[in-house]
C-alpha cells in the first residue's frame, strides 16, 4: 500500500492565516482562562524558510522574535544553573534565572509581542523536551515566568533525514500541527527580490521546466536544492560579478553550484546561465532601437529576465533618465515583436519597483511614455495583473 503524502499548506499563507492570529490569542487573558489555544509547530523539508518568513512578518507589527535552537546548545543556556541555597539549616537548591528568559523580559518592555520561535525541535533530547513542556503548560522555564505578552513558536523538520526524534504525546497534543511548504512566488515577491536574489535564479526558477527544482526532496548524502541554497548561491555569484565586473565562467559555476543544489539542478541552471550570459546588455542598450531579439522562446524569455538584471544593476540617481528612455525602446520593440514579452518585462519591472529596497525605478514615467506610442497599454497591464491575481 502506498501511503498518502500529507496534505501542506503554502507556508507564507499558513503564517498569515494561522500562525500570527493564535500568537495574539496566547497573549489574550481572556482566552487562556477558558484553557488558551494549542501551540503552533510548523513542519517542512529543511530549508523552506520558516525563521526568515517569520522574522519578516514581525517587524511590520512592532513585535519582536527571539529564535533559539535548544538541540544546538547545552540544557544549562536555556535551564539556567542550580546553585546551594539553605533554608532554617536545611540544604537546598535554586535554580538561576535562564539567560533567555532575561532577553525575552527585555524585549517585553519594547515590543507589543514577542514570538519565543524554538526551531528544529525536531532534534531535541528529553532534558530540552522537559523544558518545553514547562513552558507550555505553566508559562514559565523552571518556576520563573514568562512575559505576559509572549507567544510560543515551534518550528522542525519531520523527516528522518533530518534526524528527526519523537516529541512526547504530551507535548504532541498541546500543539496544532501545520505541515507547511514554501512556494515559488511567494519566495519570489516577498523574498527573493527584496533580497536582490541573481535574476538568472529568479528567472531559471520561475520557468515551467525549472520550478521543480526550487525545493527538491531532501537527500542525505548529496547536495539538494532549497530556496535556502538558491539564496546562499546567489549571494555568493553576485558578489562574485560585482568584483569581478562579470558573469561566472561556466565550469566554474557547474562546479559551485553542484555543492549547493545537486548535479542535475546545477546542470540544468548552468546551461540556463550560459544563455543568460551570451547577451550583451550593454550593447542592447546602447542600441536600444535597433537590437535583435532572439528566435528561440526559451531564448526570448531569457533575454528578457537579462535586461532586468542590467537594469537593476546599473540604476541609480546618475543614470535613471537614461535608463528610462532606453526601457522604453527596448520595451517598445519587444511589443512589436511580441506582446508578451514586453509586458513580461514592464511586469518585472513592477515588481522590482514595488518589492526591491535597492532599486527605484521611476515606472510611471515609463508607462506615461510607452502609452504615449503604444495606446491603450496601461489597459492591458491591468487586464494582465487582475487577471494574475485571480489565478
Same mark, same amino acid.
Given at each position: 500500500?502506498?501511503?498518502?503524502?500529507?496534505?501542506?499548506?503554502?507556508?507564507?499563507?499558513?503564517?498569515?492565516?494561522?500562525?500570527?492570529?493564535?500568537?495574539?490569542?496566547?497573549?489574550?487573558?481572556?482566552?487562556?482562562?477558558?484553557?488558551?489555544?494549542?501551540?503552533?509547530?510548523? &513542519?517542512?523539508?529543511? @530549508?523552506?524558510?520558516?525563521? +526568515?518568513?517569520?522574522?519578516?512578518?514581525?517587524?511590520?507589527?512592532?513585535?519582536?522574535?527571539?529564535?533559539?535552537?535548544?538541540?544546538?546548545?547545552?540544557?544549562?543556556?536555556?535551564?539556567?544553573?542550580?546553585? =546551594?541555597?539553605?533554608?532554617?539549616?536545611?540544604?537546598?537548591?535554586?535554580?538561576?534565572?535562564?539567560?533567555?528568559?532575561?532577553?525575552?523580559?527585555?524585549?517585553?518592555?519594547?515590543?507589543?509581542?514577542?514570538?519565543?520561535?524554538?526551531?528544529?525541535?525536531?532534534?531535541?533530547?528529553?532534558?530540552?523536551?522537559?523544558?518545553?513542556?514547562?513552558? =507550555?503548560?505553566?508559562?514559565?522555564?523552571? @518556576? $520563573?515566568?514568562?512575559?505576559?505578552?509572549?507567544?510560543?513558536?515551534?518550528?522542525?523538520?519531520?523527516?528522518?533525514? #533530518?534526524?528527526?526524534?519523537?516529541?512526547? +504525546?504530551?507535548?504532541?497534543?498541546?500543539?496544532?500541527?501545520?505541515?507547511?511548504?514554501?512556494?515559488?512566488?511567494?519566495?519570489?515577491?516577498?523574498? #527573493?527580490?527584496?533580497?536582490?536574489?541573481?535574476?538568472?535564479?529568479?528567472? =531559471? &526558477? @520561475?520557468?515551467?521546466?525549472?520550478?521543480?527544482?526550487?525545493?527538491?526532496?531532501?537527500?542525505?548524502?548529496?547536495?539538494?536544492?532549497?530556496?535556502?541554497?538558491?539564496?546562499?548561491?546567489?549571494?555568493?555569484?553576485?558578489?562574485?560579478?560585482?568584483?569581478?565586473?562579470?558573469?561566472?565562467?561556466?565550469?566554474?559555476?557547474?562546479? $559551485? #553550484?553542484?555543492?549547493? *543544489?545537486?548535479?542535475?539542478?546545477?546542470?540544468?541552471?548552468?546551461?540556463?546561465?550560459? *544563455?543568460?550570459?551570451?547577451?550583451?546588455?550593454?550593447?542592447?542598450?546602447?542600441? +536600444?532601437?535597433?537590437?535583435?531579439?532572439?528566435?528561440?522562446?526559451?531564448?526570448? $524569455?531569457?533575454?528578457?529576465?537579462?535586461?532586468?538584471?542590467?537594469?537593476?544593476?546599473?540604476?541609480?540617481?546618475?543614470?535613471?533618465?537614461? &535608463?528610462?528612455?532606453?526601457?522604453?525602446?527596448?520595451?517598445?520593440?519587444?511589443?512589436?515583436?511580441?506582446?508578451? &514579452?514586453?509586458?513580461?518585462?514592464?511586469?518585472?519591472?513592477?515588481?522590482?519597483?514595488?518589492?526591491?529596497?535597492?532599486?527605484?525605478?521611476?515606472?510611471?514615467?515609463? *508607462?506615461?511614455?510607452?502609452?504615449?506610442?503604444?495606446?491603450?497599454?496601461?489597459?492591458?497591464?491591468?487586464?494582465?495583473?487582475? +487577471?494574475?491575481?485571480?489565478?
Amino acid at each position: 500500500m502506498i501511503e498518502e503524502k500529507e496534505y501542506e499548506y503554502p507556508l507564507e499563507a499558513c503564517i498569515n492565516d494561522f500562525v500570527l492570529a493564535n500568537c495574539v490569542l496566547q497573549c489574550t487573558p481572556e482566552i487562556m482562562l477558558k484553557g488558551g489555544v494549542s501551540i503552533p509547530l510548523l &513542519l517542512s523539508k529543511p @530549508g523552506a524558510g520558516k525563521t +526568515s518568513i517569520c522574522q519578516q512578518k514581525v517587524a511590520p507589527l512592532n513585535w519582536g522574535m527571539l529564535t533559539i535552537q535548544p538541540a544546538l546548545k547545552p540544557i544549562e543556556e536555556y535551564g539556567g544553573i542550580p546553585k =546551594f541555597k539553605t533554608t532554617k539549616g536545611v540544604l537546598g537548591t535554586v535554580w538561576s534565572i535562564p539567560e533567555v528568559l532575561v532577553e525575552l523580559h527585555r524585549l517585553s518592555e519594547i515590543h507589543e509581542l514577542i514570538i519565543f520561535f524554538w526551531d528544529d525541535i525536531h532534534l531535541c533530547g528529553p532534558e530540552h523536551l522537559a523544558l518545553m513542556q514547562e513552558c =507550555f503548560t505553566e508559562r514559565s522555564i523552571r @518556576g $520563573y515566568k514568562l512575559p505576559s505578552n509572549v507567544a510560543i513558536l515551534l518550528a522542525g523538520n519531520p523527516s528522518h533525514k #533530518a534526524g528527526f526524534r519523537s516529541l512526547s +504525546s504530551a507535548i504532541i497534543n498541546r500543539c496544532v500541527r501545520l505541515p507547511v511548504c514554501s512556494k515559488f512566488e511567494d519566495w519570489k515577491k516577498n523574498f #527573493a527580490i527584496q533580497n536582490s536574489i541573481h535574476s538568472s535564479i529568479i528567472s =531559471f &526558477l @520561475g520557468h515551467t521546466m525549472y520550478t521543480k527544482y526550487f525545493h527538491e526532496e531532501e537527500q542525505v548524502d548529496d547536495p539538494w536544492a532549497s530556496p535556502r541554497q538558491w539564496t546562499r548561491l546567489s549571494n555568493f555569484l553576485c558578489s562574485y560579478e560585482e568584483q569581478t565586473d562579470k558573469l561566472m565562467p561556466t565550469n566554474q559555476m557547474l562546479f $559551485y #553550484a553542484t555543492g549547493h *543544489i545537486g548535479k542535475e539542478a546545477a546542470s540544468q541552471y548552468m546551461r540556463y546561465y550560459e *544563455i543568460f550570459m551570451k547577451f550583451d546588455m550593454k550593447s542592447v542598450f546602447d542600441n +536600444s532601437t535597433t537590437f535583435v531579439t532572439p528566435d528561440d522562446e526559451l531564448d526570448r $524569455y531569457i533575454f528578457v529576465f537579462a535586461a532586468l538584471n542590467y537594469i537593476t544593476n546599473k540604476y541609480n540617481k546618475k543614470t535613471q533618465d537614461l &535608463l528610462n528612455d532606453q526601457i522604453v525602446d527596448i520595451v517598445s520593440v519587444l511589443l512589436n515583436t511580441d506582446e508578451s &514579452l514586453g509586458l513580461l518585462l514592464l511586469k518585472e519591472l513592477m515588481m522590482v519597483d514595488s518589492k526591491s529596497i535597492k532599486t527605484k525605478i521611476k515606472i510611471p514615467v515609463i *508607462i506615461d511614455a510607452l502609452e504615449i506610442v503604444n495606446p491603450g497599454l496601461i489597459k492591458t497591464i491591468l487586464d494582465d495583473r487582475k +487577471s494574475t491575481s485571480e489565478e
